[in-house]
């Protein structure tokens, strides 16, 4: 059974940079995957030549987007949360995944090499 992950990662950049990395197949395409392509709101990951597609069920515009994978019927989704602390104005970026208890430690390795990546490219 897939459980909930979710990770925090503190990122010194501004929220609308961050969220044109998160949201968008250019910005995405960057770190997160090998390609990205967007139709009507259906993203096409790449890796290796492996295709996966994702809708985009909600988001709020320097705030959150989440994409539901289109091959899983159960609670299948994957979230990236722009979190700012009011008094500090710290940024964060939280990312909610879900992953087979087996499969746990290798998810959060991933995103961790993941979001070095995306760290290096917005230039942190």
Partial sequence: MRKKVELEYPMNSMPGLLY???STPGGLSEWFADDVN???NVFTFIWEN????ARVVQKKENRYIRFK??????ECYFEFRIKQDELTGDVALII?????DSEKEDAIDLWDTQVAKLKHVIGL
């Fill in 50 to 53: 492996v295709e996966e597609k």
């Fill in 69 to 74: 994978w289109m091959n899983c019927n159960d």
């Fill in 96 to 100: 909610t995944d879900y992953a087979e």
């Fill in 38 to 40: 967007l139709r009507g």
């Fill in 20 to 22: 044109s990395r998160l």
